[in-house]
């Protein structure tokens, strides 16, 4: 049996582990070795790629930095999640706002000093994020196209410093991130037509909020029918294995997506909406080994 210290204690932790996503980080942190490994160093031997120091702490880096982020929008969102997240929000609070911001300050500070092991342009790359970050979250998120557009950008940023790093600069990596960005860009107008309430109660200006759910439906399915494109040119034009069957199913579901979109009528759908356009991306995460199922294998040695 635990003690009350030790309930309480596990109690914050997973407090903690809410308030930073901690199964999105580790999503993150995944799709970014996939990608040194798949996309933006195939040539490289597997053992050079996971055992690379530098990449280790840019990955180590993003996810502190990721995770700050995570506390910066908590502490400002919490009374907006007070009315959108209401069970969540009661779980996060069993931390207090003064840990959040010692937290905050301390995981930035580590990803700047670790960012500086790697070069100075590291650093600053990290520097540069954190302060999109907190801009974002503290004024950005608020006004429509712009804090949807940010918040889209700042969500590819992790890669964009593997990328970086690599100095691969072929077409097929701009298509993939293409494609994730407009995904990533649609699920942000969905939350905002799920947290509508909230956004309502706190003055954000979002799309939803200023232009009704009507034009937030059609700028999504502008957006979703955007993903067509970068989907058909890496089937038709690029090597992605059999990975093209992953694009293939995903123009399916989102097809799917279009025709729920438009009888979305409540929180739930919404939810439900989102929950989708969650479960292609994450997929998509795994999706990268089907660029050659072969290859770990082979580059083992």
Not at 75 to 100: A, C, G, H, W
Not at 129 to 157: D, E, M, P, Q
């Amino acid at each position: 049996m635990l003690s009350r210290k030790q309930r309480i204690f596990l109690l914050k932790a997973l407090s903690l582990f809410s308030i930073v996503r901690g199964y999105n980080i580790l999503i993150i942190i995944l799709a970014q070795y996939l990608a040194a490994i798949y996309i933006l160093a195939p040539d490289r031997p597997l053992r050079q790629v996971v055992l690379d120091g530098n990449l280790f702490v840019i990955v180590l880096c993003s996810a502190m930095v990721i995770a700050g982020g995570y506390i910066i929008n908590n502490f400002y969102d919490s009374e907006k999640d007070l009315i959108n997240k209401p069970r969540k929000t009661m779980l996060d609070r069993l931390v207090s706002q003064r840990v959040k911001i010692y937290s905050y300050f301390i995981l930035n500070f580590l990803a700047v000093l670790l960012g500086a092991y790697v070069s100075f342009r590291a650093a600053l790359f990290f520097a540069a994020y954190i302060f999109g970050i907190w801009l974002y979250s503290h004024r950005l998120k608020k006004i429509a196209f712009v804090g949807n557009f940010v918040s889209a950008t700042l969500a590819i940023a992790p890669f964009f410093a593997v990328f970086v790093y690599y100095k691969n600069f072929e077409t097929v990596i701009f298509v993939h991130a293409l494609f994730l960005f407009l995904l990533i860009l649609s699920r942000e107008l969905i939350k905002d037509m799920e947290n509508l309430a909230g956004d309502l109660a706190q003055d954000y200006r979002t799309i939803a909020v200023r232009y009704g759910t009507v034009a937030s439906k059609r700028y999504i399915s502008l957006l979703v029918l955007l993903t067509f494109i970068p989907s058909f040119l890496l089937i038709r034009y690029f090597d992605v294995g059999y990975m093209y069957l992953y694009f293939i199913a995903c123009s399916l579901l989102l097809l799917l997506f279009l025709v729920l979109l438009w009888g979305a009528n409540s929180k739930k759908h919404y939810v439900w909406l989102h929950n989708i356009l969650k479960f292609i991306i994450v997929s998509g995460v795994f999706g990268i080994l089907l660029i050659d199922v072969d290859l770990v294998l082979n580059r083992i040695l």
